[in-house]
């Protein structure tokens, strides 16, 4: 029988319960007797070794994505490890995937049948997108937007990273890990609000 699996795409900012959800679908897919598989970049270093952990504290072991991890060859390694295909696989923190293993994952989709659900952020602290986000909205099949909403009710949209004194801060590598304490999430307007307020207090000119 022919399989129809599609590659999904479900960012948001941080905070919005994007990994919750991941979760969840785990939990329901376990009900339900359906095969999945949980993975994971291993840049997030935050959890303990093969661990996805969502902010309200529940977890689940996952496999571990290695920047030169091929995931073509790391699921049919899998399928001959349970002597199948798996239903679903369950990608959380998507955004630090590269764009050939973004691909490796299309293929998984096109060669086996498998649905691919990538959880993620859209852009880092500079309003950029990350490589692995780039290439999802390039070539998912369906891209879902996970809401959250600002302090002011607005919705959120921009990652912004913060100091120990809460300012906003501009420059520093894509990827640094943290939570709460280093970053937060706001919308646009907020975001450009607090870096006019922070140029201000510093007697700097603001650029656009």
């Not at 359906?34 to 072991?61: A, F």
């Not at 994952?105 to 880092?124: A, H």
């Not at 070539?139 to 990652?159: F, L, P, Q, R, Y």
Request: charged share 30%; glycine share 6%.
């Amino acid at each position: 029988m022919q399989r129809n699996g599609k590659l999904y795409f479900r960012y948001g900012t941080m905070g919005s319960a994007k990994t919750a959800l991941l979760l969840t679908t785990a939990y329901n897919f376990e009900e339900r007797h359906m095969r999945y598989l949980c993975m994971k970049p291993v840049i997030d270093t935050r959890d303990k070794s093969n661990v996805i952990r969502s902010r309200i504290g529940i977890e689940r072991e996952c496999k571990w994505i290695l920047p030169e991890s091929d995931l073509y060859e790391m699921a049919k390694d899998y399928f001959r490890e349970i002597g199948g295909i798996v239903d679903w696989f369950l990608v959380d923190e998507a955004q630090f995937l590269t764009e050939a293993q973004v691909d490796q994952l299309s293929r998984v989709v096109d060669d086996f049948g498998s649905n691919v659900i990538c959880y993620g952020l859209r852009t880092d602290f500079q309003t950029h997108l990350f490589e692995g986000s780039r290439r999802l909205f390039e070539i998912a099949d369906t891209i879902d937007e996970i809401k959250s909403t600002c302090s002011c009710g607005h919705k959120t949209i921009v990652n912004a990273r913060i100091d120990s004194n809460g300012d906003m801060v501009s420059e520093g590598a894509q990827v640094e890990i943290g939570g709460d304490e280093r970053y937060i999430a706001v919308c646009r307007k907020c975001w450009r609000n607090r870096k006019i307020e922070l140029a201000s207090r510093n007697m700097l000119p603001f650029e656009e």
